[in-house]
């Protein structure tokens, strides 16, 4: 594997950056909101992505006949790893999740209503897996999908729900058969978010972000906005959770924190000593430049395996749990290296940093959290690379 990049790789990223910063603008980019700046979740966001797409990036790896560029997925990698370094929304869901999935298993009638608005960022997604008995463990959703007529019946809740106060269309999976094995029984639907039968309720998390919980009551869903095959919907969200795992957590901003850090030891003193020269503080954040270019090539190693064709599953599961689990040492060194006054909230003048320390505190814990906690990507790695059985 060649870790350098292509002329043309450096040209494009070139080309992005001479777009961020043409369109920098404090309402779009926002670094001190962490992994949270990637949504599109105000007008002003869903501009700037409407811009993206006129660049033609929001397709660059679907196929042409769908609109897309036929491209590889390391120029996509290099999009949203610029895109988070400065704190703009990246591409995501719609591309990625639903996009993708409608590629591969959608009706010919859901290809020519959700692609092209995917493609011209006209419209936003929320993804509604997590249940109150079913987080981590999609396969144990329990949300009920009864047949009636020429559709389904939904009745149930979801709860984390991101984006579910600003998104146009939910992708929901439901059970639709109780009398199987918990993986065989769910269906995906397409549901509208202002659907009447369906009541938002708000869930802050602890960085200040908001996610919901979504209660369903008697929500019809047509034929037509299943999602493939019935009952295979946890096939498709498990091949969408691996693109989820990789797309959802990059690899820049945990960089722009070590470099925040290293920032501050360069000229912080303690006890009249330069932070510097302390051998401890200079291995801990030696340790750390380490690991984030270890983060870094596996996130390549990801990109390689999909553009070579193979299913890149634990690689997903690996990059994942390892870059969330480094943003957590590195905002644990940080709280520790600035001291009592890390503990200080974001925008607190006397704060080192400006406080960014506390805000990477409380937002890297939803990380090792959403696309599937730490535990479980490691029992997928267990699993699928080292070959474990399901019970140990």
């Known amino acids: 594997m060649n870790f350098e990049f292509s002329e043309e790789e450096c040209q494009f990223l070139r080309e992005v950056d001479d777009f961020l910063e043409e369109n920098r ?28 797409a006129r660049k033609g990036w929001l397709g660059i790896t679907w ?5 897309g560029q036929d491209g590889e997925g390391f120029y996509e990698f290099l999009l949203n790893e610029k895109l988070s370094s400065v704190g703009a929304p990246q591409i995501g869901k719609g591309v990625g999740i639903v996009g993708k999935t409608l590629i591969n298993v959608g009706s010919e009638k859901l290809k020519k209503e959700f692609l092209p608005k995917i493609l011209s960022a006209e419209v936003e997604f929320a993804v509604g897996y997590s249940e109150p008995n079913a987080g981590s463990d999609a396969a144990a959703m329990r949300l009920k999908a009864e047949r009636k007529g020429d559709g389904w019946v939904l009745n149930g809740q979801k709860i984390f729900t991101t984006s579910a106060h600003f998104a146009d269309w939910y992708w929901v999976g439901a059970r639709t058969n109780p009398d199987v094995k918990k993986h065989f029984g769910i269906s995906l639907f397409l549901i509208r978010m202002d659907d009447p039968g369906l009541t938002i309720h708000p869930m802050p998390t602890m960085g ?3 996610t919901n919980g979504v209660f369903f009551d008697n929500v019809f ?5 299943m999602v493939g095959e019935e009952n295979k919907g946890f096939q498709y969200i498990a091949e969408a959770l691996d693109i989820e795992r990789f797309t959802l957590f990059t690899i ?10 290293c920032d501050y030891v360069k000229t912080a003193t303690r006890d009249g000593k330069p932070l510097k020269d302390d051998a401890v503080i200079r291995q801990r954040v030696a340790q750390l430049a380490t690991q984030c270019e270890v983060a870094r090539l596996l996130g390549v190693k990801f990109v390689d395996a999909a553009v070579s064709g193979s299913t890149p599953t634990y690689e997903a599961s690996a990059y994942k749990l390892y870059a969330t689990e480094l943003s957590l040492r ?18 607190t003048e006397e704060a080192p940093g400006n406080g960014r320390a506390e805000s990477c505190y409380t937002y890297t814990v939803i990380d090792t959290i ?10 997928i790695i267990s699993k699928r690379k080292l070959g474990l059985p399901k019970n140990f």
């Open 25 to 52: 603008h404090i309402d779009v980019m926002d670094v001190t909101r962490e992994n949270m700046a990637q949504v599109a979740d105000t007008p002003e966001r869903r501009a700037f992505m409407k811009k993206l």
């Open 63 to 67: 196929p042409k006949e769908y609109g």
């Open 208 to 210: 200040g972000e908001r």
């Open 221 to 225: 869903v047509h034929d037509d906005y």
């Open 252 to 261: 820049s901003p945990i960089l722009g924190r070590v470099r925040l850090l």
């Open 330 to 347: 590195v905002a644990n060194a940080t709280m520790d290296i600035m001291g009592p006054g890390a503990q200080l909230a974001l925008g």
């Open 370 to 379: 959403g696309g599937g906690s730490s535990e479980v990507q490691r029992n």
